[in-house]
């Protein structure tokens, strides 16, 4: 298939990600923006970019006919997806292809099987891969509930079949929790996917989340890139992840890589993927679910492999074999990625919209930074309210924390709550220089987190920024702080009266 122009159905750093990869490889582009998003960088940064619609992601981003339209009415021949909005719906591959453009993703019948958590572990189950024990079928009342979780033994896990991402999930203690937790289960994923069967999973107690990229081509080259970490979670929102995973024994790592390339082939998987893995204090893992789709901490992956995974991506949709296989894998060093995001740690994540008045990114040996935002820009709030990743790479696991540390404490964004201070703590704490981290890291250690510096007296500075033309002024130094303030680190930004 001859593929010359990409159209992006994404926003963000992952739009601008992927024009990149297509520049890179001689391809023309199309952006897609919302009402909320003109003059974003993602739309800047294609060939050109096309209005899908209103600010609320169901009038654009997530609207089928609006963004297959702009592909027709541009001249488009293939669709990248990204992540998030459409990038897992079997239904807009389908429409994709019957529309005559080139999907750059996985086939939409494998979309489906992963997307569907019965199917998808019934698939890997009979390729040997293991799963979490559970009871393999749609519940149907309560008594029949109480006979199979009482088989599997408490605490259990009422999770969605349509489910991923925590929604639609319940943890059940005992049987006198059953049957609220069974009805809240469904009716959360009734409303979110309109599919509310439910089934039940034994509970793995402070499990790991492990999860192994693969590549697929349609010639029957499938490799994987090796693990990453990604335990360090809030809201089954990932903040920090690393690779190589500092819990995995060699041995480990080729039980878990070899899992990952057996649940891919026995669903004929083409394209990059993500099979994760929870692993439990005694070295167990079992496998949790496969995301269809690049993923946000793909980066750390290209830094130790030197592998374009958005590149081999374009390669694979046009029909080209990978053109490397599992020996030409050899990955290098350490890679941690942080999220920065636009909002409030100290108030339940709270996300924080609004204008970006200044903005410093980090550079230096080993840093990569991916974002989707830049100054005199605004963050919109009808979307997730990521701002960018800021990844090192280092020799080891140290040397990539360090510069990591260095490139946050570089980083100044004036304007939204960030959590680039939270992010700084997370990294500074004992239990992740030692790389004891789990999925219940932050309840742990961050219960209840307030940043070091005077927060207040800052949000009022900005306040003030925004509102006063600049001419404000401030008191803020003298203290040393555990986490730097934007008036530390921006020198030519500072305000003077
Ligand atoms: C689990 C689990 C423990 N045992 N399943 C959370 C999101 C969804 N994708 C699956 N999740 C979990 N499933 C069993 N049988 C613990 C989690 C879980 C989790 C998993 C990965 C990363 C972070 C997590 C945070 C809380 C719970």
Not at 159 to 176: D, F, I, L, Q, S
Not at 319 to 327: A, E, K, T
Not at 425 to 439: C, I, K, S
Not at 462 to 477: D, E, I, N
Request: charged fraction near 20%.
């Amino acid at each position: 298939m001859n593929v010359r122009t990409v159209l992006i159905a994404n926003r963000g750093e992952i739009a601008v990600r992927v024009a990149r990869a297509c520049r890179e490889a001689g391809l023309a582009t199309v952006a897609v923006f919302s009402e909320a998003d003109r003059g974003a960088p993602h739309a800047l940064a294609a060939d050109r970019a096309m209005p899908i619609g209103p600010p609320p992601a169901v009038e654009s981003y997530l609207n089928v006919p609006a963004v297959i339209g702009a592909a027709r009415a541009a001249g488009a021949d293939a669709v990248h997806p990204g992540y998030g909005f459409l990038a897992e719906s079997a239904a807009f591959a389908r429409a994709v292809e019957a529309a005559g453009l080139v999907w750059i993703g996985p086939p939409a019948d494998v979309i489906a099987t992963m997307g569907d958590k019965l199917a998808a572990r019934a698939a890997v189950a009979r390729a040997g891969v293991p799963v979490v024990p559970g009871a393999d079928v749609v519940v149907q009342d309560a008594a029949e509930a109480a006979r199979r979780a009482a088989q599997l033994g408490y605490p259990v896990l009422v999770k969605a079949a349509a489910g991923g991402g925590g929604k639609g999930m319940r943890t059940v203690a005992g049987e006198p929790e059953l049957a609220d937790a069974l009805a809240a289960a469904r009716r959360e994923a009734e409303s979110a996917f309109g599919d509310g069967r439910v089934y039940l999973e034994k509970v793995v107690v402070r499990p790991r989340h492990v999860e192994v990229q693969v590549l697929g081509d349609g010639h029957g080259t499938l490799v994987h890139l090796g693990e990453r970490e990604c335990s360090v979670q809030r809201r089954h929102q990932k903040i920090v992840e690393e690779t190589p995973c500092p819990a995995l024994t060699p041995r480990l790592r080729a039980d878990m890589t070899a899992a990952a390339l057996a649940a891919a082939r026995t669903v004929g998987y083409v394209s990059a993927g993500t099979v994760e893995f929870l692993l439990d204090a005694d070295g167990r893992f079992y496998f949790l679910e496969m995301n269809t789709r690049i993923q946000v901490e793909h980066p750390i992956t290209e830094l130790v492999t030197g592998i374009d995974i958005v590149a081999a991506q374009l390669r694979i949709a046009a029909g080209s074999p990978l053109g490397f296989g599992q020996d030409d894998v050899r990955p290098r060093g350490h890679a941690i990625e942080a999220r920065l995001y636009a909002e409030d740690p100290a108030a339940g994540f709270f996300p924080s919209a609004g204008p970006i008045l200044a903005l410093r990114e980090p550079a230096g040996p080993g840093i990569r930074v991916d974002s989707g935002v830049a100054a005199g820009g605004t963050v919109p709030v009808e979307y997730d309210p990521l701002l960018g990743k800021i990844s090192a790479w280092g020799a080891d696991r140290t040397n990539a924390l360090d510069r990591l540390v260095g490139a946050l404490r570089e980083t100044a964004v004036l304007g939204p709550t960030t959590n680039l201070a939270f992010l700084l703590d997370v990294l500074a704490h004992p239990a992740f220089r030692r790389g004891e981290t789990h999925t219940g890291f932050l309840t742990e250690h961050f219960p209840a987190w307030h940043p070091a510096d005077d927060g207040l007296a800052l949000a009022a500075i900005v306040a003030a920024l925004a509102t006063a033309g600049g001419t404000v002024s401030t008191t803020a130094g003298g203290r040393t702080r555990a986490a730097p303030t934007p008036w530390e680190t921006l020198g030519a930004w500072r305000l003077r009266s």
